[in-house]
Each structure stands twice: as structure tokens, then as C-alpha cells.
């Protein structure tokens, strides 16, 4: 009989470790194995925990291709599915293939410095602000057209997946994750005779690059955040944005409907 391996991670507090415990317990109990670390054979990962717990699995394991299961402990779970309650149904369902998979895009970012050009990647979005509470400028091209030379916070660009979250606070749209665009948010755009940016949200098609060219300043380090994790750069000369091709792949079951889970979390 082959092997079928199930990775599980928890957030470590006492509720989504013992229910790590329980659910460990039942998964061996209906033939599944769960390694002790992650297993890329897996064929599946559960994530207990809220939504940040998901996306830093998600960036440690660096995107896998298997498909994830939220368990939801956390304060929102928007990603989440299940609730620790469900475990008994979750593998009921799971033995019958009784799920359907949300395929997610995601946005990836080029950032080319003195000495070399970084990668990063946001399931959610990736975001470009200054290192403390600087104004930053920001000369932006969308293809080939320059476009704006932003003055404001920063920006950020947000994939459908994560349009609920920080893009939804400045005042970007809700997008349904079945489209494939990318949506430029700007964080606090300032808007007078001297400096003069777009106040609403921008949104593209897959196959357009956003590409930006930071303007020296003094302090010359920026912040690029991808899903809430921090990275800072110097002496940056150019950001290239786009659409990824990485998708992550999320369980959902028979009442999933994207629509009923932003009116039952938002409203
Ligand atoms: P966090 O500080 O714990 O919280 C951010 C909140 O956003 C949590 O309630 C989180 O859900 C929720 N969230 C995350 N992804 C979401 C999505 N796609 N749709 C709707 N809500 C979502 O940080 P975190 O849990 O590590 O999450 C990182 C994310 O926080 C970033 O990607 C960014 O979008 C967001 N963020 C938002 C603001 C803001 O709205 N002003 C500021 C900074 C960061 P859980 O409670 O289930 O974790
Ligand atoms: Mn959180």
C-alpha cells in the first residue's frame, strides 16, 4: 500500500498545538502518516493557525506546489476553511475527495541593488515604503509608459487574494481571486502643487510590469514587506513588479463560496 504522507504546522500556542495532537492522532488513525518536519512528498499541508500563521509557512517552504488546508485558530482566517471542530468531517471528506482546489495567484518582486538582484514573492501583496516615516518618491512605469513620480508612504501592489487584507484598510477594491490582475494601492499619496500622485487604486492586467525607480534620498534604504515580512534594502535602482506564475493551491469544500466569505468576515 503506498505511503501517504499529510505535513501539519501549527502556530505554537496551547489551542492550535493540541489541536495539531488530535488531529495527528486521527490522521494515523485513518492510515495517513505526518512527519515530524515538512516532507516535500506530502500530499497535502495543514496550517492551524490564522491567516499570518498560513503565510509564513507558506514563505518558509518557499510556495510549494502541494496543496494547503487552513485550520483556523486564529483571529480571522480568511484563507482558513475549517474550524478545529471539523476534524472528523475534514478527513470524511478529504478520504472521499469530496473538496474542490482555489487556485491563487501571486506577485513577485525583482529588487536590484549595488550588488545584486533579490527575489521576493507575496500570496497577499508586496509593499514599498520607506524605512521609518519618510516620505519616499517613487518614479512609476506601467509597461513601457512612465507614468507618475509618486509622493506618499509607499505603495502597494496586491493580488486578488490579498485585496481583502491591507490593500482593503487603504481603500482598494475587493477582488474575486477567479480574476487574474494586479491592483497598485497607494499608502498616503500626496496630492498638491508640489507633488502630485494618483489618490486610487490602479489595477492591470497579468501581463503588464510595474517597473519603479526609486529617487535617492539621505537615508537611502527602503522597506519591501511581502505578506507582513520585512526586508530592507539599500541603494536600490530598480523594483520590477509582475504576476507570478507560482500558484498556491488552497482546500476548500462544498459551501465555499468567495463572496459569502467576505459578506460573513466584513460585514
Ligand atoms: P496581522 O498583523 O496579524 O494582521 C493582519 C490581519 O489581516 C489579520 O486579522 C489577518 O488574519 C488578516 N489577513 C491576512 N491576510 C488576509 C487576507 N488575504 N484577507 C483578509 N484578511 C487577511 O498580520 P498577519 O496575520 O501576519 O498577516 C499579514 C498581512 O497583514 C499582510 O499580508 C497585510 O495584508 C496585512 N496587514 C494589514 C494592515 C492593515 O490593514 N492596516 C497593516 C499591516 C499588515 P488573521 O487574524 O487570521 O491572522
Ligand atoms: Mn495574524
Known amino acids: 500500500m503506498e505511503t501517504?504522507?499529510?505535513n501539519i504546522f501549527a502556530k505554537e500556542d496551547a489551542y492550535s498545538m493540541e489541536t495539531r495532537s488530535l488531529l495527528r492522532r486521527k490522521l494515523q488513525q485513518s492510515g495517513f502518516v505526518v512527519p515530524n518536519d515538512f516532507s516535500p512528498q506530502a500530499?497535502?499541508?495543514?496550517?492551524?493557525?490564522?491567516?499570518?500563521?498560513f503565510l509564513k509557512t507558506l514563505h518558509k517552504y518557499n510556495f510549494p506546489s502541494i496543496p494547503f488546508l487552513g485550520i483556523n485558530t486564529g483571529h480571522l482566517g480568511?484563507?482558513?476553511e475549517l474550524h478545529p471542530n471539523d476534524l472528523d468531517a475534514f478527513i470524511f471528506w478529504y478520504k472521499q475527495k469530496r473538496y474542490e482546489i482555489q487556485d491563487l495567484k501571486t506577485v513577485k518582486a525583482m529588487i536590484t541593488d549595488e550588488n545584486q538582484t533579490h527575489e521576493l514573492m507575496g500570496l497577499n501583496e508586496i509593499l514599498i515604503r520607506g524605512e521609518y516615516s519618510r516620505l519616499v518618491h517613487l518614479n512609476i512605469s506601467i509597461g513601457s509608459s512612465f507614468i507618475e513620480?509618486?509622493?506618499g508612504d509607499g505603495i502597494l501592489v496586491s493580488t486578488p487574494a490579498g485585496s481583502t487584507a491591507y490593500n482593503y484598510s487603504l481603500g482598494g477594491s475587493i477582488v474575486?481571486?477567479?480574476l487574474s490582475i494586479l491592483q497598485i494601492t497607494p499608502i498616503a499619496p500626496m496630492n498638491t502643487t508640489a507633488y502630485r500622485s494618483f489618490t486610487s487604486s490602479v489595477v492591470l492586467p497579468q501581463d503588464l510590469f510595474v517597473r519603479i525607480?526609486?529617487?535617492?534620498?539621505?537615508?537611502n534604504e527602503l522597506m519591501i514587506v511581502a505578506d507582513g515580512i520585512e526586508h530592507k534594502y539599500g541603494n536600490i535602482s530598480e523594483i520590477t513588479l509582475n504576476f507570478s506564475d507560482v500558484i498556491v493551491k488552497l482546500m476548500r469544500f462544498e459551501n465555499y463560496d468567495f463572496w459569502n466569505?467576505?459578506?460573513t468576515k466584513f460585514l
Open 213 to 219: 525607480h526609486p529617487e535617492k534620498q539621505e537615508a
Open 261 to 263: 466569505k467576505v459578506k
Open 4 to 6: 501517504r504522507l499529510i
Open 176 to 178: 474575486d481571486p477567479r
Open 43 to 53: 500530499e497535502l499541508i495543514v496550517s492551524i493557525g490564522g491567516d499570518g500563521s
Open 78 to 80: 480568511f484563507f482558513q
Open 149 to 151: 513620480r509618486f509622493s
